[in-house]
């Protein structure tokens, strides 16, 4: 809301951000498929008889057991879904699991991914949704048959049948974004500073996380009156809209767009 001139921005509470921790429940520990690769935290957890028993894995790398469980990985088609996806395989063909990784470019593929994926028998799937809530029917189809589901990157919606969530830490990227404006801007010392800043018109969770972790570092200064400025919606995320409302900006405050945060 605005006063003053100035934009009031309101906190986003925890319970809007979501988990942003393992869970603690002292029958539940962390599930960790990526190994060694830090770029990824995992914020919910299955229960302990579900965690992969490493003591095992000399047995089966000698050739002398072997896990028959089948994994089913669905993922879009993108340069970070593929480097997710050869993560994923390696990892768990090192384990002893047998993997099968597709990547779609529309939500009905990927169903029909998972259609297949169910029909060949695979235990698990590991699903990374185009659309987060046109995979319920055929998630559900996989839950009667007993296969477990991650949920991964886009968590699945009006759905019951996710064992786990696996996502990146969308709420500590926003921190770090706002720790860098406000070490950059020397907020500490500095007043007057106009910022506008620019979300996607969407309800979707991870936007929410990403800006509420900016904003636990830049509401103080907003609340204090050194950063005015406003919101500004974008349908779709659009980078034309995007782009036009940056130079409406530009063009109505008479800033060099070189020195406008």
């Keep these: 809301r605005r006063a003053g001139g100035k934009v009031c921005f309101k906190r986003i509470g925890s319970d809007e951000r979501g988990k942003r921790g393992i869970n603690d429940s002292p029958d ?3 599930i960790s498929f990526l190994g060694r690769n830090r770029k990824y935290r995992f914020i919910t957890s299955i229960p302990k008889r579900k965690v992969i028993d490493r003591s095992d894995f000399s047995e089966i790398k000698s050739g002398k057991g072997k ?9 879009p088609e ?26 779609g ?21 590991i699903c990374w949704a185009i659309d987060s809530e046109a995979v319920q029917v055929v998630f559900e189809t996989a839950k009667e048959q007993g296969i477990e589901i991650i949920s991964f990157v886009r968590l699945a919606k009006n ?46 969770w991870q936007w929410k ?19 005015m400025g406003e919101i500004n919606y974008i349908s779709d995320f659009n980078s034309e809209i995007a782009k036009r409302r940056m130079q409406e900006l530009i063009d109505e405050t008479g800033y060099d767009p070189y020195n406008l945060v």
């Design 209 to 227: 996380q990403l800006f509420s972790g900016v904003m636990e570092i830049l509401q103080v200064y907003f609340d204090d009156g050194k950063l």
């Design 105 to 125: 470019t529309s939500i009905q593929e990927q169903i029909q991914q998972i259609e297949d994926m169910i029909n060949m028998g695979c235990n698990l799937l």
């Design 67 to 75: 896990f028959m469980e089948k994994i089913g990985i669905v993922l």
């Design 78 to 103: 993108s340069i970070s879904a593929y480097q997710a996806g050869n993560i994923m395989e390696n990892e768990l063909n090192a384990m002893g699991y047998e993997t099968l990784a597709k990547y």
């Design 28 to 30: 539940r520990i962390p």
């Design 159 to 204: 759905t019951d049948a996710i064992s786990c969530y696996v996502s990146f830490d969308y709420c500590n990227a926003g921190i770090l974004q706002g720790e860098y404006l406000r070490d950059k801007l020397d907020l500490d010392n500095m007043s007057d500073i106009r910022m506008a800043l620019f979300i996607p018109e969407t309800d979707d």
